[in-house]
């Protein structure tokens, strides 16, 4: 795991924080990304609900990168930058594991949605932008998501 708060180019932007944190690509450590975007919200008052639908959407950005990414549990990584301006957040989550197609359908068995499926969705719901670079076959997938604040 890596903290890195050292951003020059949020630091060149005046009034922005900013932190990129690296983790391994195990399920224990997404928590660890809620914590840091929790502490980075901490420095300017945001509304319990908002913050609550960050952590959501998050969550499943991270969960995907764990889940999906590398073909065995904890053998990637996945660097999360969370960038604070004083009209938004923006959250990037970037792996080097495989990549998928990001417009692909939920997948149903039957009636009923499979496990899983819903994360992309539920970012664009809590989300005013979301960016998906990835591609089935090439290698990396990077999810970046913007949510304007009041």
Do not use: C
Request: glycine share 10%.
């Amino acid at each position: 795991m890596e903290l890195v708060t050292d951003m020059p180019e949020a630091d060149a932007a005046e009034g922005v924080r900013g932190v990129r944190l690296r983790i391994p690509a195990k399920p224990e450590y997404i928590a660890l990304a809620r914590l840091a975007l929790t502490g980075l919200a901490r420095t300017r008052e945001l509304d319990t609900e908002v913050l609550g639908d960050l952590k959501l959407a998050l969550t499943e950005a991270v969960s995907n990168s764990v889940r999906h990414a590398y073909g065995t549990p904890g053998e990637g990584q996945v660097d999360i930058r969370y960038e604070l301006w004083a009209d938004s957040i923006v959250v990037e989550v970037v792996d080097d594991g495989d990549g998928f197609d990001p417009h692909e359908p939920p997948a149903f068995e039957g009636d009923d949605l499979s496990e899983g499926g819903l994360g992309i969705a539920i970012i664009r719901t809590i989300a005013d932008t979301v960016e998906i670079d990835s591609r089935p076959g090439v290698r990396g997938s990077r999810l970046r998501f913007v949510k304007t604040l009041s």
